[in-house]
C-alpha cells in the first residue's frame, strides 16, 4: 500500500512538473513577436528601396551642382590658374602623353579679350574665314549663341532676311557649325561661297570642316570656350568627356597651335 501511495504522488508530482514548464513554453511562445506577413515584407523592401533611390537622386543633384558651380568658377579664374586646368584635362584625355608632351600643348589663356580686329577688314568679307570661333558642347547653345552674335556684324541692326536652308548670301553672316539639321558637306558647301567671319560650333563638326578644308582659320583672332555654361543636367562642355576630349584635340591640332604660338598678334584662347 506504501509504494503504491509512493507511485501516485511521484506520478502527480511529475504531471505538475510537466503543465507548468508547458505553461511556460505557451507563455514564452506567447511573448515571441509574430514574424512578419509577406505583404509586411514585400512593404518593408518597398520602402527601404525608395529611401535608397531618394538618397541616390540627392546625392547626385549635389554632384550636379557641384559641377555647375566649378565651370562658373573656371571661368573667373585668373589665366594662368585657367592654363593649369587645361593641362589637367589634357592629361585625362592624353595619357600616353608625357610631361613635356602635355606642356608642349600647353594652352595659352587669356583671362579676357574685348577688343578685335576692325571689323572691316577686307578678309572679313572672304568665304569661311571666321576672326572669331566659339566653341560649345551642345547644338542648341550653339543655335542660340549664333543668333546673339549677329549684332558684332557690321551691317547688322536688323534680322537676316529669311533664306532657303543652305543658301548663301554676300552679306557677312554668323556661322553655325554643328551637326544637327546640317549635314557635313552642305556645310561644306556653303563654308567655300559664304563670309562668315564669326563661327559657332561644336568641336566635332569644325575638326570635320577642318580637315575637309572648308573652314579657313588663317586669320583667327580668338577661340572662345563656352565653359560656364550648363546644360539641363548642369553639364559644362568638359563635363561630357567625349566632348571635352574632341575640344582639347581641336585646340592641339597643328594648324591651330600655328596661330596660338604666333609671336606676333596671336590667337587668344578665352574661356568664357
Request: charged share 30%.
Amino acid at each position: 500500500m506504501a509504494d503504491e501511495l509512493d507511485d501516485g504522488l511521484l506520478l502527480e508530482d511529475e504531471l505538475v512538473a510537466y503543465s507548468d514548464d508547458a505553461a511556460s513554453d505557451a507563455e514564452a511562445r506567447a511573448k515571441r513577436p509574430a514574424p512578419p506577413s509577406t505583404d509586411d515584407a514585400a512593404a518593408a523592401k518597398k520602402r527601404k528601396r525608395r529611401e535608397q533611390a531618394k538618397a541616390q537622386r540627392r546625392k547626385k543633384a549635389a554632384k550636379l551642382q557641384e559641377q555647375a558651380s566649378a565651370a562658373q568658377k573656371i571661368a573667373q579664374q585668373p589665366r594662368d590658374l585657367q592654363a593649369d586646368f587645361l593641362v589637367g584635362l589634357q592629361r585625362k584625355a592624353f595619357p600616353k602623353l608625357s610631361e613635356l608632351e602635355l606642356q608642349e600643348l600647353r594652352v595659352p589663356v587669356v583671362a579676357r579679350h574685348d577688343e578685335l580686329q576692325d571689323t572691316k577688314q577686307p578678309w572679313m568679307t572672304e568665304p569661311g574665314t571666321p576672326y572669331l570661333l566659339v566653341l560649345t558642347g551642345n547644338a542648341q547653345r550653339a543655335a542660340d549663341l549664333t543668333r546673339a552674335l549677329r549684332v558684332l556684324l557690321p551691317g547688322t541692326d536688323e534680322p537676316p532676311a529669311k533664306r532657303r536652308k543652305g543658301a548663301s548670301s554676300p552679306a557677312p553672316t554668323v556661322a553655325k557649325l554643328f551637326a544637327r539639321h546640317f549635314k557635313l558637306e552642305e556645310q561644306v558647301s556653303w563654308l567655300k561661297s559664304q563670309p562668315a567671319p564669326i563661327a559657332v560650333g561644336t568641336p566635332h563638326r569644325v575638326q570635320a570642316l577642318l580637315e575637309q578644308r572648308a573652314l579657313r582659320i588663317e586669320h583667327l583672332q580668338a577661340v572662345l570656350v563656352d565653359a560656364s555654361w550648363t546644360d539641363a543636367k548642369q553639364r559644362a562642355v568638359f563635363d561630357t568627356p567625349e566632348t571635352r576630349d574632341a575640344l582639347l584635340a581641336l585646340l592641339a591640332e597643328s594648324s591651330v597651335r600655328v596661330l596660338l604660338q604666333k609671336p606676333s598678334d596671336p590667337c587668344r584662347v578665352v574661356l568664357y
